[in-house]
Nanobody, 124 residues
Framework: QVQLVESGGGLVQAGGTLRISCTAA????????MGWYREAPGNQWNLLAG???????IVSDSVRGRVTISRDNSANTLHMEMKNLESGDTGIYHC??????????????????WGQGTHVTVSS
């Protein structure tokens, strides 16, 4: 298990930009894939974007063009920026670190290490 601490989120205006970060307590480069998931109805967590353990970006088609994903290996931190927020982006965002490939959808029991979750509310 990797300890993950998320930051950012909160209240964001529609059309605005969300910036969230996830810091791991240990080295992730070369060891763990990291990604951001968002909770969906039915206990389904959908992958939005991530970085493979080898540094390759992964972006879901659902947010492609709106998301920038990056990882600071020196700080073991994953950053995600999402632009042009809309009401459908409201939800709880979770950071995941996994020794295996990131799954596009996760359901319970969840696999890998997770942060505590950060709430995002898009206001109109």
């Amino acid at each position: 298990q990797v300890q993950l601490v998320e930051s950012g989120g909160g209240l964001v205006q529609a059309g605005g930009t969300l910036r969230i970060s996830c810091t791991a307590a240990e080295r992730v480069s070369g060891r763990f894939h990291m990604g951001w998931y968002r909770e969906a109805p039915g206990n389904q967590w959908n992958l939005l974007a991530g970085i493979s353990k080898d540094g390759e970006p992964i972006v879901s088609d659902s947010v492609r063009g709106r998301v920038t994903i990056s990882r600071d290996n020196s700080a073991n931190t994953l950053h995600m920026e999402m632009k042009n927020l809309e009401s459908g982006d409201t939800g709880i965002y979770h950071c995941n670190a996994s020794p295996r490939d990131l799954l596009p959808i996760q359901t319970f029991p969840l696999f890998g290490s997770w942060g505590q979750g950060t709430h995002v509310t898009v206001s109109s």
